[in-house]
């Protein structure tokens, strides 16, 4: 159990330092705790995942004692934050988001929200990654405002493994009498990609990534469902990629 009141809180995200998102967050934040820090990528780094900048220098943009602007991805500003700028005092607990838009199903593999409590969590401090879910064309903070406090308050009254993070999907409508915090599964959607080709002013055709072209699975456990329904969705996402009835098969299998 971990006592927030107490705790040093670190806030990253993939949307940039100056996002709407993170400035909720941070202030949902302070009213746990008063060691609150932000150390955010300086840009927009949606759909970097897991990746580090490894061919140029990074620089750290000090905005004042506790906010820091990094020119890399989520997973840079994590690093940098746990073994540069607060390595002399190490948060208790890391928060990603609140990123614009759901990290669902298979965006978990593609989401820099997430990937920033996965560097985290590699680098054993606890994580969580709250996204705020929308499908029309404004997004309304209303509803992650309204329920990430109660969220972090229940998560941090138990502890979860080495490994594992946590990433919770805020739905853009609230079910009948509420919204309610369900623990869900990872769902899968993915049948493809919308691709919109278009020619530049010299004739030659480039590509633009749309929207996922998906469906809604079955299981009323998954992630996915559970937004559907108008709830929040509580996920613990683990590390260990392993296929473990797989790596059981191929072990008897070869000599």
């Not at 906010?67 to 934050?81: M, Q, S, Y």
């Not at 979860?160 to 009498?177: R, T």
């Not at 002013?201 to 329904?229: C, N």
Request: aromatic share 6%; charged share 25%; net charge negative.
């Amino acid at each position: 159990m971990m006592d927030l009141t107490k705790a040093r809180i670190l806030i990253s995200n993939d949307d940039g330092i100056d996002a709407p998102g993170i400035k909720i967050l941070e202030q949902l934040a302070r009213e746990f705790s008063d060691d609150v820090w932000v150390i955010a990528p300086s840009m927009e780094q949606s759909g970097a995942g897991h990746s580090l900048t490894l061919r140029r220098p990074l620089r750290i943009h000090k905005r004042d004692e506790r906010h820091f602007a990094v020119d890399g991805t989520p997973t840079d500003c994590i690093l940098l934050g746990l073994q540069q700028v607060m390595r002399d005092n190490p948060p208790d607990i890391v928060l990603s988001g609140i990123n614009r838009g759901g990290n669902l199903g298979e965006d978990v593999t593609y989401s820099g929200t997430v990937a920033a409590a996965m560097e985290a969590t590699l680098l054993n401090v606890p994580a969580v990654a709250f996204s705020q879910y929308f499908s029309g064309d404004m997004i309304d903070w209303t509803i992650a405002e309204k329920y990430l406090k109660d969220v972090l308050a229940t998560l941090v009254t138990t502890t979860w493994p080495k490994g594992v993070l946590i990433n919770v999907n805020f739905p853009d409508h609230e079910a009948n009498g509420g919204a309610e915090i369900k623990i869900s599964r990872q769902g899968q959607r993915k049948i493809g990609d919308h691709i919109a080709e278009r020619l530049d002013p010299r004739g030659e055709p480039y590509y633009w990534i749309g929207a996922i072209q998906s469906e809604l699975p079955e299981d009323k456990k998954s992630d996915l469902r559970v937004i559907e329904q108008g709830n929040v969705s509580v996920t613990p996402i683990s590390l260990d990629f392993t296929h473990y009835d797989t790596f059981e098969k191929l072990t008897k299998a070869l000599p």
